[in-house]
């Protein structure tokens, strides 16, 4: 957990009981630690409309992927990429893995390894921003 993450979601939680927010209990899984939700569901807030049955049985189905390459925008700037990778696992958002993709798969199974593209957002007058794409290795739908 970051510095100072435990004072920032105490003032989270104490902003969401000011305004009424139903998720009350989005502060204390974060601070807990949320899982991808991939394999076992996490709980529904109630924030949002829940997605219809028949839909998520079909992209559950679909098989995961391993990208091999990036978005365009990380391969054109593959340097800023690995800069702001450096500096997102120096705050403890990410963690390099070492080891070969066989050895992840060899060691959670299959289905449960995938590998999504990464972007790199450049706009005016702001800073560079690394975007983690799990939509294309169809990670994402699997959520629930």
Same mark, same amino acid.
């Given at each position: 957990?970051?510095?100072?993450?435990?004072?920032?979601?105490?003032?989270?939680?104490?902003?969401?009981?000011?305004?009424?927010?139903?998720?009350?209990?989005?502060?204390?899984?974060?601070?807990?630690?949320?899982?991808?939700?991939?394999?076992?569901?996490?709980?529904?807030?109630?924030?949002?409309?829940?997605?219809? +049955?028949? +839909?998520?049985?079909?992209?559950?189905?679909?098989?995961?992927?391993?990208?091999?390459?990036?978005?365009?925008?990380?391969?054109?700037?593959?340097?800023?990429?690995?800069?702001?990778?450096?500096?997102?696992?120096?705050?403890?958002?990410?963690?390099?893995?070492?080891?070969?993709?066989?050895?992840?798969?060899?060691?959670?199974?299959?289905?449960?390894?995938?590998?999504?593209?990464?972007?790199?957002?450049?706009?005016?007058?702001?800073?560079?921003?690394?975007?983690?794409?799990?939509?294309?290795?169809?990670?994402?739908?699997?959520?629930?």
């Amino acid at each position: 957990m970051s510095t100072g993450q435990p004072f920032l979601l105490g003032i989270l939680q104490g902003f969401q009981e000011l305004t009424g927010d139903v998720d009350t209990e989005l502060p204390q899984l974060l601070h807990q630690g949320v899982r991808a939700g991939t394999h076992s569901s996490i709980k529904a807030s109630g924030a949002f409309a829940p997605e219809a +049955r028949e +839909r998520r049985l079909e992209l559950v189905s679909e098989e995961v992927l391993l990208c091999d390459e990036n978005w365009q925008s990380a391969e054109e700037h593959a340097e800023l990429v690995i800069k702001l990778l450096e500096a997102d696992r120096a705050e403890g958002f990410c963690v390099l893995w070492e080891e070969d993709m066989q050895t992840a798969i060899d060691r959670w199974g299959h289905d449960r390894v995938a590998q999504g593209k990464l972007a790199v957002v450049l706009e005016e007058g702001r800073d560079p921003r690394l975007i983690g794409d799990q939509t294309a290795c169809r990670a994402n739908p699997r959520a629930r």
